[in-house]
């Protein structure tokens, strides 16, 4: 089985600095792939990024940035320079093994103030 | 198409009705999933497809919900006498391929409240 942690309920960032996400997962997969989907107040899933357990090398996306420390599980989500538009619900999720759905974890609201 | 989309967006029924939710994926991806996603909390899978046929079904809560795909494209979901624990937003994403972690697509999900 699998299972996405993620701690932090709401979080609040003033605009242009940076801001980090939690997202602790675990799972028995030696190969997996973590995801970061973003869900305004609309309502509809954005993807931001992606990473591979194999992956050597963190993933990048413009100001997105995900910091993957395999040996603690942990897959913590980095938005650079904060921009009002960046305000919404945050999601971690995980893919694995025989399962191709998504498990996701609670998520974080971050709001960003100016 | 653009990208994934979901009829209606809005349903409102009553406790014991018959409902069905369709969801049209990204043109040529062959892997369709449902979730469903109650308030505050993240979505949850129900079940996916890989062509036609259902790969995993395992995330249906009950015998009341059905999903279907026959020609491996469009979708639709039934749920059957309804109950008010089954209002939710249920969300179709879609993929290239489910056999590699590609980025899933997400519709715009469909409100379902049952009164």
């Known amino acids: 089985a699998q299972k996405i942690t993620q701690t932090q309920p709401g979080m609040f960032v003033q605009e242009k600095e940076a801001v980090t996400l939690d997202c602790t997962y675990d799972t028995s997969d030696p190969s997996y792939g973590l995801f970061w989907y973003k869900q305004p107040s609309s309502g509809e899933m954005i993807f931001l990024i992606y990473?591979?357990?194999?992956?050597?090398q963190n993933a990048t996306e413009g100001r997105y940035s995900l910091n993957f420390q395999k040996a603690r599980k942990s897959a913590n989500l980095v938005i650079s320079a904060s921009q009002l538009g960046d305000s919404a619900m945050y999601f971690c999720a995980m893919s694995g093994g025989s399962a191709r759905q998504l498990t996701f974890g609670s998520g974080t609201q971050l709001t960003v103030l100016p | 198409g653009a990208g994934v989309s979901q009829t209606p967006s809005n349903k409102v029924t009553e406790k014991g009705k018959y409902v069905e939710l369709r969801c049209d994926p990204i043109s040529g991806h062959t892997a369709l999933y449902w979730y469903r996603q109650s308030l505050g909390q993240g979505p949850e899978f129900l079940i996916y497809?890989?062509?036609?046929?259902?790969?995993?079904d395992s995330g249906l809560p009950n015998d009341r919900f059905f999903a279907v795909r026959p020609e491996g494209s469009v979708s639709t979901l039934k749920i059957q006498r309804t109950e008010r624990g089954d209002s939710a937003v249920y969300l179709c994403?879609?993929?290239?391929?489910?056999?590699?972690?590609?980025?899933?697509?997400f519709g715009p999900g469909t409100r379902l409240t049952v009164l």
């Open positions: 994403a879609s993929s290239q391929d489910s056999k590699t972690y590609n980025e899933q697509f």
């Open positions: 497809f890989q062509g036609t046929g259902a790969a995993d």
């Open positions: 990473q591979g357990s194999y992956d050597q």
